[in-house]
């Protein structure tokens, strides 16, 4: 691994003379210049007297040429570092991208990316920039491992494409306005909002590109009241702001309390996000909200349930270890075809789409546990687990939550 930081050239290190030397060195010269130019001394002596005058001036430019050396050389040192780093950035992790990348094509899943190039010391000028670039490419490591992390054994996944809801997302605000600027905002620490921003930046970039993004928030290392001046200072900044996009819900209702604090006309500016929920349901049908995109929380509650059940009865196995549920857009229009006001969810368990139990019965009494996090997307996630336990009963299964 390289360590940019802490490299320098040995010999140019000792060949300069330290800038505190240089600074005495001039006051001294320029202290003995004033003095011999005040000095009085007779006739006789004033060719020593312009000599000293003389040696004292050449000693000052001396210091002046010895201290814009410095500079000069640690201009050039910090080019040097630029370079090797570029170098490595170029000669190494760029290759190691592009190989990797082209493994995961082949459908390689065993390779891991490591970004061996160090960071500038210094982060102003074409250093910050390159840190900016090596900081985009350690991103772009991390989301990749998290693709090739050496699997858990799992039997199937059911959920939605985080990458694919961003693209929705981005779609349907390409669409709504066409051209304009466009705010960015997210709790981005969590994978699947890093790929939710992803998807929504890539359809901008490749199908509308007259959208400018003109910031991206990371909330994740703010508090809610940072996070509110935040959102004050890009729409004081950004007076044409056109659409808002959060990753996720907590991200979204902060934004809705800033509008609404400032009295901001509804449908002014377009919002998406993403899941249910009352007050968001509420915020839709007022027009705070433009849409939401859902993802199905009830079916990824009963689908899991069923699926194992189908397993253990009759050894069923899923045609993909991902069995993807499709995004959905909810606008006012069919906002009553997925939520209740009070009530939550529609209820989906029982639709044409959704898994059926086998016929085949059970040997013995069965349990299926489902483990949730403490979060209210999962209430809606139980809501479906719930009713897949329902329709099990009759077989002899029971499903804890």
């Known amino acids: 691994m390289n360590h940019l930081a802490s490299q320098t050239n040995p010999n140019r290190s000792h060949s300069v003379v330290p800038v505190w030397i240089a600074l005495l060195f001039a006051g001294l010269s320029a202290a003995a210049l004033w003095a011999l130019v005040n000095a009085s001394l007779p006739a006789s002596q004033a060719a020593v007297l ?19 050396g410095r500079l000069f050389t640690r201009s050039a040192a910090q080019a040097d570092l630029l370079a090797d780093a570029g170098a490595s950035l170029a000669g190494e992790d760029t290759p190691a991208l592009a190989r990797s990348l082209g493994a995961l094509n082949l459908g390689d899943l065993t390779q891991r990316l490591q970004v061996v190039t160090q960071a500038l010391p210094d982060d102003d000028g074409p250093a910050g920039a390159y840190n900016q670039i090596l900081a985009n490419l350690k991103d772009c490591a991390h989301s990749y491992n998290w693709i090739t992390t050496p699997p858990c054994r799992r039997l199937f996944y059911v959920g939605t494409d985080s990458f694919q809801e961003g693209q929705t997302a981005g779609k349907v605000m390409g669409e709504l306005l066409g051209e304009g600027q466009v705010l960015v905002a997210g709790h981005l620490v969590q994978d699947n909002l890093k790929l939710r921003r992803d998807g929504f930046l890539t359809t901008l970039r490749q199908s509308f590109p007259r959208m400018q993004v003109v910031h991206v928030v990371n909330t994740s290392d703010l508090d809610d009241g940072q996070v509110q001046e935040t959102y004050r200072d890009c729409l004081r900044q950004y007076p044409r702001l056109a659409g808002f996009y959060a990753t996720d819900q907590e991200t979204l209702m902060l934004m809705v309390d800033v509008l609404s604090a400032q009295a901001a006309p509804s449908g002014r500016i377009k919002i998406l996000s993403h899941d249910l929920s009352d007050r968001t349901a509420r915020h839709i049908q007022d027009g705070t909200i433009t849409a939401t995109i859902d993802q199905n929380p009830m079916a990824q509650g009963y689908d899991p349930v069923i699926y194992l059940y189908n397993h253990l009865v009759s050894g069923w196995q899923p045609s993909s270890g991902r069995l993807l ?5 909810v606008t006012r229009d069919n906002l009553d075809q997925f939520w209740q006001m009070g009530r939550g ?39 479906g687990a719930l009713a897949a336990a329902r329709l099990l009963q009759p077989c002899g299964v029971q499903v804890d939550w």
């Not at 312009?50 to 814009?68: E, I, N, P, V």
């Not at 549920?325 to 857009?329: D, G, I, K």
């Open 345 to 383: 969810p529609v209820q989906v368990a029982s639709g044409a789409d959704r898994p059926r139990p086998v016929d085949q019965r059970p040997n013995h009494p069965l349990k299926i546990a489902m483990v949730s996090l403490d979060f209210d997307f999962f209430n809606t996630v139980r809501e």
């Open 325 to 329: 549920l499709q995004p959905a857009m």
């Open 50 to 68: 312009w000599a000293g005058r003389l040696a004292a001036a050449a000693g000052l430019a001396l210091a002046l040429a010895l201290l814009l």
